[in-house]
């Protein structure tokens, strides 16, 4: 079964700042996609950012950016120039390619990022 | 547009007592999913479903079962509720998983309390 790890239960960071979200994942699977949620306080799951594995270019979404480690099964989140609205725990999470009973999204245990002004 | 809707989004139980948990979603998704999300536990798959009239279980299943009979709609249910059960359920739909890389989409959670 594929696991994903959050080493980091929280961190903080200043306003303007930039900030390193750390995920790694086991899996034994060559395919397979990768996912970072923010749960803000009103518990909303949003999503932030994905990555195919099969992509070597790092996904980015404007101040969001990854740094996807294939062969190190690491997946992190880089935030630049962060925002108060940015607060909110990170959950990092894994889904298998393909169809069948490769649907299922495995979730990290999440980072609670706190942002000071 | 409403995505994927939960109702009710707070409720307290005793124990023993049972309740359903609702979720439409109106984006014409095959899958659906109930998770639970415990502190320190992130969220873990309760059941899901991949289609009208199917479903299996997940990670966590035992206490729980579902119905889906409409392919907009996911019930979760309760039959008697236990004071471990007591967490935020969230509901999600996404499409079909060989679609290429379709995110799941999340409803807005439900506060469960059983006291």
């Known amino acids: 079964a594929q696991t994903v790890t959050q080493s980091q239960p929280e961190m903080s960071v200043q306003e303007a700042e930039t900030v390193t979200l750390s995920c790694t994942y086991d899996?034994?699977?060559?395919?397979?996609?990768l996912f970072w949620y923010k749960q803000p306080p009103s518990r909303q799951m949003i999503l932030v950012i994905r990555q195919e594995a099969y992509k070597q270019q790092n996904a980015t979404e404007n101040r969001f950016s990854v740094n996807f480690q294939k062969a190190a099964k690491s997946f992190s989140l880089k935030i630049s120039d962060s925002q108060l609205g940015d607060a909110a725990m990170y959950f990092c999470a894994y889904r298998n390619a393909g169809g069948g009973s490769n649907y299922k999204l495995t979730f990290g245990k999440g980072t609670l990022l706190t942002v000071n002004p | 547009n409403a995505g994927v809707t939960q109702t009710p989004k707070f409720r307290v139980l005793k124990t023993g007592q049972s309740m359903t948990l609702l979720c439409a979603q109106d984006?014409?998704?095959?899958?659906m999913y109930w998770y639970r999300q415990d502190p320190g536990m992130g969220l873990r798959l309760i059941h899901y479903s991949v289609g009208e009239g199917t479903t299996a279980k997940g990670e966590v299943p035992d206490g729980y079962n579902v119905s889906r009979l409409k392919k907009q709609n996911f019930l979760l249910g309760l039959e008697s509720a236990a004071p471990s059960q007591t967490s935020v359920y969230f509901c999600?739909?996404?499409?079909?998983?060989?679609?290429?890389?379709?995110?799941?989409?999340f409803g807005d959670g439900t506060r469960l309390s059983i006291l």
């Open positions: 899996t034994s699977e060559s395919d397979y996609y």
């Open positions: 999600a739909s996404s499409r079909r998983a060989g679609q290429s890389n379709q995110p799941q989409h």
């Open positions: 984006m014409n998704h095959e899958y």
